[in-house]
């Protein structure tokens, strides 16, 4: 509110034709500042190279000349291969848009971990094969399911392929089909230095590494990704390092299983985030990614003690999918009730505020009314902050689709149970409310004005644009709570200094054209004003 009063006041002071071209510069200063989206609609923060309309400069046919849209389903390890995606396209001269209409060129990057998500991947291609241009697809659908008679008329890119998604596009802009998701076939993981496009330009995916040791009964994402391949420790950490020199400032650990990292390579996931941590410098954050129960069972402790490390959000993504031995033995997942339980103990104990987030299936074949029962108690039992439910879909090609399944209506007033638990407690978010915390700041919230940060915990902090900026640390005062989220009001920056120290460069310039105006008012008042031509015609021409 300060700099608007200092333009105010100042316009008082002297009124000129040029007022309104002021204001429009300051308004453009502090769109940019929020990270506003450009003219052509493209997101804010997100690189996109300069470009004519290439279809009339150099016409459609001359690879790199195109622009391609891109849309991703799924995971966070999806994300971070459609980021590669765009960096290896753009590396080539493509330009890459998330405008349908734009688009000379669709690649569809998706999910098969349920039937909504391949059913909205599956109508995006035939509505962009309706178009007549080429379309390309990707991630786990095709790669599961390559017989599928659904892709004979578009161009595949398997997810251990993604590093040649321009020699794909450049293919099918030719008018060729191509596919590179041969089934069984295993090229070996993308290297990690592959060019990338972050959505977010504060935020670094890293996959750690591809597919899993599990065989779990409805999980058809292994068809997909495959047996555990792990990156060696020494390129992981040059990606963290070359991240972090460019100005990242939260780096996201991610796979299927984070807890099975390097069980392929005669290491693990202690030994990986140890080395992690320690090239991670003050003022950026490391969030590990999701883990099944079994693996982290064996360095529980060692977890823990990393999870309190101060760079390193004192979070985890651990799902149970269900509270009966039964049925999670028919599930295949390797582990018991009381196992899942002696990890949320362990973690809930040695770390303090500890966020642990976990994922319930409702409605899986062999779930009766008790086995449910055991399922709502569990999570009655420990409040999970985040909590992510879903019905049982079944997954053609996975033995848990040749049992019997259990009628649409039993999964669904399941699924609402279910969520009636989750909605009946607070998220833990209002324990904070009237304390200190620091908070990283590396988004914009969805209404478009806020800034999100995130407290050690993790806990989701709403805090107002003006009083701080996109990759900053700041000291918040808690003041509000909703299910999800808090509101945070800056008290100073984590460094200590004054708030004056950071202002803006749109409050700075408002407080110089306020000055600027007093100053020149008090000349044009002076006697002396009449005996200096300079101001003797400025004067006049007022």
Same mark, same amino acid.
Request: proline content about 5%; charged content about 25%.
């Given at each position: 509110?300060l700099?608007?009063l200092?333009?105010?006041?100042?316009?008082?002071?002297?009124?000129?034709?040029?007022?309104?071209?002021l204001?429009?510069d300051i308004?453009n200063i502090?769109d940019?500042?929020?990270?506003?989206?450009?003219?052509d609609?493209?997101?804010?923060?997100v690189v996109?190279r300069?470009?004519?309309?290439?279809?009339?400069?150099v016409?459609?046919?001359?690879p790199g000349?195109?622009?391609?849209?891109l849309?991703?389903?799924?995971?966070?390890h999806?994300n971070?291969d459609?980021?590669y995606?765009?960096?290896?396209?753009?590396?080539?001269?493509?330009?890459?848009?998330e405008?349908f209409?734009?688009?000379?060129?669709?690649?569809?990057?998706?999910?098969?971990?349920k039937?909504?998500? !391949? *059913?909205h991947? #599956?109508?995006?291609?035939?509505k962009a094969? +309706?178009? @007549?241009?080429p379309?390309i697809?990707?991630g786990?659908?095709p790669a599961?399911?390559?017989k599928?008679?659904?892709?004979?008329d578009?161009?595949?890119?398997?997810v251990?392929?993604i590093h040649?998604v321009?020699e794909?596009?450049?293919?099918?802009?030719k008018?060729?089909?191509?596919?590179?998701?041969g089934?069984?076939?295993?090229?070996?993981?993308?290297?990690?230095?592959?060019p990338?496009?972050?959505?977010?330009e504060?935020?670094e995916?890293?996959?750690?590494?591809?597919?899993?040791?599990?065989?779990?009964?409805?999980?058809?994402?292994?068809?997909a990704?495959?047996?555990?391949m792990s990156?060696? !420790? *020494?390129?992981? #950490?040059?990606?963290?390092?070359?991240?972090? +020199?460019? @100005?990242?400032?939260?780096?996201?650990?991610?796979?299927e299983?984070s807890g099975?990292y390097g069980?392929?390579?005669?290491?693990n996931i202690?030994s990986?985030?140890?080395?992690?941590?320690?090239?991670?410098?003050?003022?950026?954050?490391?969030?590990?990614?999701?883990?099944n129960?079994?693996?982290?069972l064996e360095?529980?402790?060692?977890?823990?003690?990393?999870?309190n490390?101060?760079r390193?959000?004192?979070?985890l993504h651990?799902?149970v999918?269900a509270?009966?031995n039964?049925?999670?033995?028919?599930?295949?997942?390797?582990?018991?009730?009381e196992?899942?339980?002696l990890?949320?103990?362990t973690?809930? *104990?040695?770390v303090p505020?500890?966020?642990?987030?976990?994922?319930?299936?409702c409605g899986?074949?062999?779930?009766?009314?008790?086995?449910?029962?055991?399922?709502l108690r569990?999570?009655?039992?420990?409040?999970?902050?985040?909590?992510?439910?879903?019905q049982?879909?079944?997954?053609t090609?996975?033995?848990?689709a040749?049992?019997?399944q259990?009628r649409?209506?039993?999964?669904?007033?399941?699924?609402?149970?279910?969520t009636?638990?989750?909605n009946s407690?607070?998220?833990?978010t209002?324990?904070?409310?009237?304390?200190?915390?620091?908070?990283?700041?590396t988004e914009?919230?969805?209404?478009?004005?806020?800034?999100?940060?995130?407290?050690?915990?993790?806990?989701q902090?709403?805090?107002a644009?003006e009083?701080?900026s996109?990759?900053?640390c700041?000291?918040?005062?808690?003041v509000s709570?909703?299910?999800?989220?808090?509101?945070g009001?800056?008290v100073?920056p984590?460094?200590?200094?004054?708030?004056?120290g950071?202002?803006?460069?749109?409050q700075?310039?408002a407080?110089?054209?306020?000055v600027?105006?007093?100053?020149v008012r008090?000349?044009?008042?002076?006697p002396?004003?009449?005996?200096?031509?300079?101001?003797?015609?400025?004067?006049?021409?007022?």
């Amino acid at each position: 509110k300060l700099q608007f009063l200092y333009l105010i006041v100042g316009c008082g002071v002297w009124t000129t034709p040029h007022t309104s071209i002021l204001m429009d510069d300051i308004e453009n200063i502090a769109d940019a500042a929020r990270g506003a989206a450009p003219e052509d609609g493209t997101p804010g923060g997100v690189v996109r190279r300069a470009r004519k309309n290439r279809q009339e400069a150099v016409g459609y046919d001359i690879p790199g000349s195109q622009v391609v849209y891109l849309k991703t389903y799924g995971c966070s390890h999806n994300n971070s291969d459609s980021e590669y995606m765009a960096g290896a396209l753009a590396e080539e001269g493509y330009g890459v848009t998330e405008d349908f209409q734009k688009a000379d060129v669709y690649l569809i990057n998706s999910c098969t971990v349920k039937n909504p998500s !391949e *059913e909205h991947f #599956i109508n995006l291609m035939h509505k962009a094969q +309706a178009t @007549g241009k080429p379309t390309i697809v990707a991630g786990c659908v095709p790669a599961g399911d390559a017989k599928n008679k659904e892709f004979s008329d578009v161009s595949v890119v398997g997810v251990q392929q993604i590093h040649r998604v321009a020699e794909v596009v450049r293919e099918a802009v030719k008018g060729n089909r191509v596919e590179l998701a041969g089934a069984g076939k295993r090229e070996g993981l993308p290297s990690l230095q592959i060019p990338k496009i972050r959505r977010n330009e504060l935020i670094e995916i890293i996959p750690i590494n591809a597919g899993c040791l599990n065989k779990c009964t409805y999980c058809k994402t292994k068809h997909a990704r495959g047996d555990l391949m792990s990156y060696p !420790e *020494e390129e992981i #950490i040059k990606r963290v390092k070359d991240v972090i +020199a460019q @100005g990242v400032k939260e780096v996201r650990l991610t796979s299927e299983d984070s807890g099975a990292y390097g069980r392929d390579i005669g290491t693990n996931i202690v030994s990986l985030l140890r080395k992690v941590v320690d090239v991670v410098p003050e003022g950026v954050m490391l969030r590990v990614g999701m883990t099944n129960p079994p693996y982290i069972l064996e360095h529980l402790h060692d977890v823990a003690d990393i999870l309190n490390h101060p760079r390193v959000y004192s979070f985890l993504h651990v799902p149970v999918q269900a509270g009966c031995n039964d049925v999670l033995q028919v599930m295949n997942r390797e582990y018991t009730v009381e196992e899942f339980e002696l990890i949320c103990d362990t973690l809930l *104990e040695k770390v303090p505020g500890m966020l642990i987030a976990t994922d319930v299936i409702c409605g899986f074949p062999s779930e009766t009314d008790e086995s449910f029962q055991r399922t709502l108690r569990l999570c009655q039992k420990y409040r999970f902050p985040a909590l992510y439910i879903s019905q049982f879909y079944p997954r053609t090609g996975t033995p848990a689709a040749q049992m019997k399944q259990l009628r649409s209506q039993v999964k669904k007033e399941r699924s609402r149970r279910v969520t009636e638990v989750f909605n009946s407690y607070n998220n833990h978010t209002s324990d904070i409310v009237g304390t200190t915390q620091k908070v990283w700041i590396t988004e914009t919230a969805h209404d478009g004005h806020n800034l999100v940060g995130h407290t050690k915990n993790y806990v989701q902090v709403l805090v107002a644009p003006e009083t701080a900026s996109m990759g900053s640390c700041v000291t918040c005062e808690i003041v509000s709570a909703s299910k999800h989220s808090v509101v945070g009001k800056v008290v100073t920056p984590a460094d200590g200094r004054a708030r004056i120290g950071r202002l803006p460069i749109f409050q700075i310039l408002a407080l110089l054209i306020f000055v600027l105006a007093v100053v020149v008012r008090l000349l044009l008042d002076s006697p002396e004003a009449a005996s200096l031509p300079l101001l003797r015609d400025l004067r006049q021409y007022l």
